[in-house]
């Protein structure tokens, strides 16, 4: 089944993201030796379009593609917390069944490109080890107890990125390390499968060079991450030749956010693997969804409207406050924490969902959802009540910042001056903490480049 040359490197999606998963093989193959032959394995369900796939295969002569359709029941009972992913992200817990004849294997994740060859990363000895990866730098600096104590491991100092995973499919099948994953699937996990990789392989991971599995936000700009944390020379490698560039986070993807330094070579990529007519459709739509990012948007929809804003926490009161200084009437909070519920914030009630539903005038709010991490749940959840007029607030968190491309930086700070409502280019020290400016707009590279 494998030749021995091969290197085999396995991906999964669906129909959904049939675009984002194309690109990456296109970075693979493009960005390969003359020497090194792949073989692409795609684990999906049946709506994936095959001809696509197989098209990539007449224009490349170094790969061949296997496709193999998840059947499995326990998929069903996947878990999924973090919306933007979807069941299919745990497929990569059954490679080790799936690929039975292979000793191991590279695993990428659809939201990244590869910008180098992958043939030393495969060659890696990872003998000793389950699997290896990254240290996920931000997991690992959060510092948060809850994840350490639902893992039950003794530390976090070997959690890795699953995104980017070079497996010992023997050793894991010999230890019965496979069956453990499997057991996992349908548990509630702060980081779903990733959760489950670092859990049952803590003590026997391996750990790749940073350069394998760079994020966005640090792109060309390294510094970003604290000394110590990687070793010098990875650091240094990673700046200068990254070899895998990672899209993390469900709205930073080049094909939603289109400012980060990284996302214009993403679109390189995309521009010679996708259909002229497909390259321009995804152009268009990320434009549109970087419109409706900006505080004008958001401004020309409220203009006139009486507002809800669904989600008490700190975004949803910012959002008050930003909405307040430009004359815009909120007449509500809503929130399903009934614990929340009869809460005052300068004169604004937070109601459930229940006493909004009693209210006349609920036909003519506009609802305006500032959570984050559950907007596709709650406004789907409204929408189920027949409320339809409905917008997202997306707030521009400190990791939008450390990947904007300078060249937009002006228009960035025009906006935050609009949405405080500031006169020339003078930053007080409460606002550059509280959009991160020594992150961007003041931060000094002194890069090791």
Same mark, same amino acid.
């Given at each position: 089944?494998?030749?021995?040359?091969?290197?085999?490197?396995?991906?999964?999606?669906?129909?959904?993201?049939?675009?984002? @998963?194309?690109?990456?093989?296109?970075?693979?193959?493009?960005?390969?030796?003359?020497?090194?032959?792949?073989?692409?394995?795609?684990? !999906? %369900?049946?709506?994936?379009?095959?001809?696509?796939?197989?098209?990539?295969?007449? *224009?490349?002569?170094?790969? +061949?593609? !296997?496709?193999?359709?998840?059947?499995?029941?326990?998929?069903?009972?996947?878990?999924?917390?973090?919306?933007?992913?979807?069941?299919?992200?745990?497929?990569?817990?059954? #490679?080790?069944?799936?690929?039975? /004849? $292979?000793?191991?294997?590279?695993?990428?994740?659809?939201? @990244?490109?590869?910008? =180098?060859?992958?043939?030393?990363?495969?060659?890696?000895?990872?003998?000793?080890?389950?699997?290896?990866?990254?240290?996920?730098?931000? #997991?690992?600096?959060?510092?948060?107890?809850?994840?350490?104590?639902?893992?039950?491991?003794?530390?976090?100092?070997?959690?890795?990125?699953?995104?980017?995973?070079?497996?010992?499919? /023997?050793?894991?099948?010999?230890?019965?390390?496979?069956?453990?994953?499997?057991?996992?699937?349908?548990?509630?996990?702060?980081?779903?499968?990733?959760?489950?990789?670092?859990?049952?392989?803590?003590?026997?991971?391996?750990?790749?060079?940073?350069?394998?599995?760079?994020?966005?936000?640090?792109?060309?700009?390294?510094?970003?991450?604290?000394?110590?944390?990687?070793?010098?020379?990875?650091?240094?490698?990673?700046?200068?030749?990254?070899?895998?560039?990672?899209? !993390?986070?469900?709205?930073?993807?080049?094909?939603?956010?289109?400012?980060?330094?990284?996302? *214009?070579?993403?679109?390189?990529?995309?521009?010679?693997?996708?259909?002229?007519?497909?390259?321009?459709?995804?152009?268009?739509?990320?434009?549109?969804?970087?419109?409706?990012?900006?505080?004008?948007?958001?401004?020309?929809?409220?203009?006139?409207?009486?507002?809800?804003?669904?989600?008490?926490?700190? *975004?949803?009161?910012?959002?008050?406050?930003? @909405?307040?200084?430009?004359?815009?009437?909120?007449?509500?909070?809503?929130?399903?924490?009934?614990?929340?519920?009869?809460?005052?914030?300068?004169?604004?009630?937070?109601?459930?969902?229940?006493?909004?539903?009693?209210?006349? +005038?609920?036909?003519?709010?506009?609802?305006?959802?500032?959570?984050?991490?559950?907007?596709? !749940?709650?406004? *789907?959840?409204?929408?189920?009540?027949? #409320?339809? %007029?409905?917008?997202?607030?997306?707030?521009?968190?400190?990791?939008? $910042?450390?990947?904007? %491309?300078?060249?937009?930086? =002006?228009?960035?700070?025009?906006? #935050?001056?609009?949405?405080?409502?500031?006169?020339?280019?003078?930053?007080?020290?409460?606002?550059? /903490?509280?959009?991160?400016?020594?992150?961007?707009?003041?931060?000094?590279?002194?890069?090791? /480049?």
């Amino acid at each position: 089944m494998q030749k021995r040359e091969d290197i085999p490197v396995v991906l999964a999606a669906d129909q959904n993201y049939i675009n984002p @998963l194309l690109v990456t093989i296109g970075s693979i193959l493009i960005s390969a030796s003359k020497e090194t032959r792949y073989e692409i394995i795609i684990l !999906t %369900d049946d709506t994936l379009d095959r001809q696509r796939i197989y098209e990539l295969e007449k *224009k490349f002569a170094h790969v +061949k593609f !296997t496709i193999i359709t998840m059947e499995n029941q326990l998929l069903n009972r996947a878990h999924i917390r973090n919306e933007g992913l979807s069941v299919f992200t745990y497929s990569r817990l059954f #490679i080790p069944a799936l690929l039975s /004849e $292979y000793k191991k294997c590279i695993y990428l994740d659809t939201d @990244l490109m590869v910008m =180098d060859d992958l043939t030393r990363l495969y060659e890696t000895d990872i003998t000793q080890f389950y699997v290896a990866g990254v240290k996920d730098y931000g #997991i690992q600096a959060s510092g948060d107890k809850r994840l350490l104590n639902s893992l039950e491991i003794p530390f976090m100092n070997n959690y890795i990125n699953a995104g980017v995973l070079l497996f010992n499919l /023997e050793k894991i099948r010999n230890d019965g390390v496979d069956k453990l994953f499997l057991e996992g699937i349908g548990k509630k996990w702060f980081f779903e499968d990733q959760d489950i990789i670092n859990k049952y392989c803590y003590g026997e991971i391996g750990f790749l060079p940073l350069r394998y599995n760079v994020l966005y936000r640090y792109f060309q700009k390294i510094n970003f991450i604290k000394d110590g944390f990687y070793p010098e020379t990875e650091m240094q490698e990673a700046q200068k030749q990254p070899a895998i560039l990672h899209f !993390t986070g469900r709205n930073m993807r080049p094909w939603k956010y289109t400012r980060s330094r990284a996302s *214009k070579f993403w679109w390189e990529f995309a521009k010679k693997i996708l259909s002229p007519e497909e390259y321009d459709k995804m152009q268009r739509l990320a434009e549109e969804n970087m419109q409706r990012m900006s505080w004008e948007y958001i401004l020309d929809a409220c203009k006139g409207r009486e507002v809800v804003i669904w989600g008490f926490s700190d *975004k949803g009161t910012a959002l008050y406050d930003a @909405l307040k200084n430009a004359d815009i009437s909120v007449v509500y909070f809503g929130d399903n924490d009934e614990e929340k519920s009869g809460r005052i914030y300068r004169g604004t009630e937070v109601a459930t969902l229940q006493k909004l539903l009693s209210d006349p +005038k609920i036909g003519k709010y506009l609802f305006v959802i500032s959570s984050q991490a559950f907007f596709a !749940t709650i406004e *789907k959840q409204l929408r189920e009540c027949e #409320i339809t %007029d409905i917008i997202r607030y997306f707030n521009k968190n400190e990791y939008y $910042y450390m990947a904007l %491309d300078e060249q937009y930086f =002006d228009r960035e700070c025009a906006e #935050i001056r609009s949405k405080e409502k500031l006169e020339g280019d003078v930053w007080d020290t409460t606002l550059s /903490e509280k959009y991160w400016m020594n992150r961007w707009l003041f931060y000094q590279s002194d890069s090791k /480049e």
